[in-house]
């Protein structure tokens, strides 16, 4: 499959045959948003996703994240994407996919939670009210009874003050493995 948009041609991601929902999808934004993230947690990625099995379509994944709007009149909440809009050029320089190890019932309740969080405000400065896209994986998890012993940063900034879960201090969390190597994404030749 290819996708079509702002002139660029990209070849859908194809996902390892033992991706599983609830799976920690990190990609490597392209926004400004995404280089603030960066540039204060100083690592690879500036965000998160959980993945969700498409129904009816076996091995099509859409994937659940915490955004600022990424769609012309879509709020800035909890969404649901398809792996070809999460990981399209415009938005993603490169990605990789992490398992959290859970049992399959851990899993359902993970994504089943998360789920009920679309439409839910996205929100740095509140997560009393909203949430952001690490605190969202994580806190799904929590929710299924797998608690992701990731490291919170203390973050002191004009506009950002407090403790914030940042995609590093996720990655850290022993209970996530590496399923795919780092995978760079490029519109097609």
């Known amino acids: 499959m290819l996708w079509l948009g702002c002139s660029t041609l990209f070849a859908a991601p194809q996902l390892p045959a033992q991706a599983a929902a609830g799976d920690l999808i990190f990609r490597q ?25 498409q129904p009816g379509a076996p091995g099509q994944w859409q994937v659940l994240h915490a955004t600022p709007s990424e769609k012309p009149g879509q709020p800035d909440a909890v969404v649901l994407d398809s792996l070809d809009f999460y990981l399209a050029p415009q938005r993603s320089r490169s990605y990789q996919l992490y398992r959290v190890q859970a049992s399959d019932q851990a ?83």
């Open 29 to 53: 934004g392209t926004e400004s948003v995404s280089q603030l993230v960066r540039a204060v947690d100083r690592g690879e990625f500036s965000h998160v996703g959980l993945l969700v099995a």
């Open 107 to 189: 899993r359902q309740q993970a994504v089943d939670w998360a789920l009920a969080q679309q439409g839910r405000a996205f929100d740095l400065l509140d997560s009393g009210h909203g949430v952001y896209c690490t605190t969202l994986a994580w806190q799904a998890w929590q929710q299924a009874g797998v608690p992701l012993d990731a490291a919170f940063t203390e973050v002191t900034l004009p506009l950002l003050n407090g403790r914030y879960l940042l995609p590093s201090g996720l990655l850290r969390a022993p209970q996530l493995q590496p399923l795919t190597p780092l995978l760079s994404v490029a519109p097609a030749p």
